[in-house]
T-cell receptor
């Protein structure tokens, strides 16, 4: 398997523009997570899905952020409008099952998208 | 809710020396613990995990960690580090039953020749 795939790897955009980050989880995984990493705030969980359904979006900073998972093999994180404070590395991760039922719960991370908003 | 504390933000060490990276978590009836490593410009990779059973857990690259319930700790150790171990290390705890992982703030391990 190719692992978790994220695109683009780097994104530079101007304040006010719409940004869409994409993620393809590992085939067969039923959990998908979006994280944001900054020097100031560390690694933050933004939202996660189980079987394509959003379970917890309490980490989404504000209404400018939205995430979708239209099918088991694709998810997007959208920021509209973008602001300089959104500059960060955004990671997508997937896992097979939760802790119930003895699943391993190991999260596999993608390489990240480095977003710069000027 | 669970929380994780990594006491050291940076740990400098010379090559071939032993190292311990500390991690403490908030108490819970059941807990599942993880250590991840992040090399520069890469995503996080699982080093090892404790779900149940033996309190001494061995992971990849010669790392091991010991689950200590009485001290609510899960410290990561390696008897002899290499230059290639230079990276950021994250401790994480599960927030059952939500299946979320709560990450610590990370420890930067810098190995010098």
């Amino acid at each position: 398997d190719a692992g978790v795939i994220q695109s683009p790897r780097h994104e530079v955009t101007e304040m006010g523009q719409e940004v869409t980050l994409r993620c393809k989880p590992i085939s067969g995984h039923d959990y998908l997570f979006w994280y944001r990493q900054t020097m100031m705030r560390g690694l933050e969980l933004l939202i996660y899905f189980n079987n394509n359904v959003p379970i917890d979006d309490s980490g989404m900073p504000e209404d400018r952020f939205s995430a979708k998972m239209p099918n088991a093999s694709f998810s997007t994180l959208k920021i509209q409008p973008s602001e300089p404070r959104d500059s960060a590395v955004y990671f997508c991760a997937s896992s097979l099952g939760g802790l119930a039922g003895g699943k391993s719960y190991e999260q596999y991370f993608g390489p990240g998208t480095r977003l710069t908003v000027t | 809710a669970q929380s994780v504390t990594q006491l050291d933000s940076q740990v400098p060490v010379f090559e071939e020396a032993p190292v311990e990276l500390r991690c403490n978590y908030s108490s819970s009836v059941s807990v599942y613990l993880f250590w991840y490593v992040q090399y520069p410009n890469q995503g996080l990779q699982l080093l090892l995990k404790y779900l149940s059973g033996s309190t001494l857990v061995k992971g990849i690259n010669g790392f091991e960690a010991e689950f200590n319930k009485s001290q609510t700790s899960f410290h990561l150790r390696k008897p002899s580090v290499h230059i290639s171990d230079t990276a950021e290390y994250f401790c994480a705890v599960s927030d059952t039953p939500t299946d979320k992982l709560i990450f610590g703030t990370g420890t930067r391990l810098q190995v010098f020749p």
